[in-house]
T-cell receptor
């Protein structure tokens, strides 16, 4: 069975600084996706960034980038130039890339607070 | 385009009562998922509809939970009778068939259930 672990329940960062959120996972499969979702207070959860396991290049989306270490089963999220709007719960998630739709397996989340 | 909408946003009921949660997916999305997050724990998969059919209901905790998706549009999740451990946030998500290979799900804001 696959598991996802986020070891940082809460983090804070000063506005404009950089912060890294950790995520490790466990699987015996080789073909899968990894995601970071964010849920701002009282808002919908939205996709921040996605990584396909077969791609060695780390995904980036503007200020968000990942450090994907497949052998170590690590998938950390780096937020550069943090903004107040980045305050949210961040969830790391795993999904098998199978013939079926599959389902997402989530970590417990990291609550990030960006301080002015 | 309207996103995934869930109703109610918050429900407070007493143990033994019944609650019905509703989810309206994004129009045209055949895939509909229910997830649940108990406070401080991971977001857990409950079940997956493809149109009106249950594709995977392996995450449903017990027979007090009943999910339906008549006509393949909106879905309801009924808890009857509710127990204290059912408290949590129930998330609905949807995706189109074309998102099969991207793995991205579109989430609602969640329905918070408090059982007293």
């Amino acid at each position: 069975a696959q598991t996802v672990t986020q070891s940082q329940p809460e983090m804070s960062v000063q506005e404009a600084e950089t912060v890294t959120l950790s995520c490790t996972y466990d699987t015996s499969e080789s073909n899968y996706y990894l995601f970071w979702y964010k849920q701002p207070p009282s808002r919908q959860m939205i996709l921040v960034i996605r990584q396909e396991a077969y791609k060695q290049q780390n995904a980036t989306e503007n200020r968000f980038s990942v450090n994907f270490q497949k052998a170590a089963k690590s998938f950390s999220l780096k937020i550069s130039d943090s903004q107040l709007g980045d305050t949210a719960m961040y969830f790391c998630a795993f999904k098998l890339r199978s013939g079926s739709q599959g389902n997402l397996i989530f970590g417990k989340g990291t609550k990030l607070s960006v301080k002015p | 385009e309207a996103g995934v909408t869930q109703f109610p946003s918050h429900s407070v009921i007493e143990k033994g009562q019944t609650v019905t949660l509703r989810c309206d997916p994004i129009s045209g999305h055949d895939n509909l998922y229910w997830y649940r997050r108990v406070m401080g724990k991971e977001i857990k998969f409950l079940l997956h509809f493809v149109k009106e059919s249950k594709q995977d209901e392996s995450g449903m905790p017990n027979n007090r939970f009943l999910a339906e998706r008549t006509g393949g549009t909106y879905s309801t999740l009924k808890v009857q009778p509710a127990e204290l451990e059912d408290s949590g946030v129930y998330f609905c998500a949807s995706s189109a068939v074309r998102d099969r290979d991207t793995g991205e799900l579109f989430f609602g804001e969640g329905s918070r259930l408090t059982v007293l």
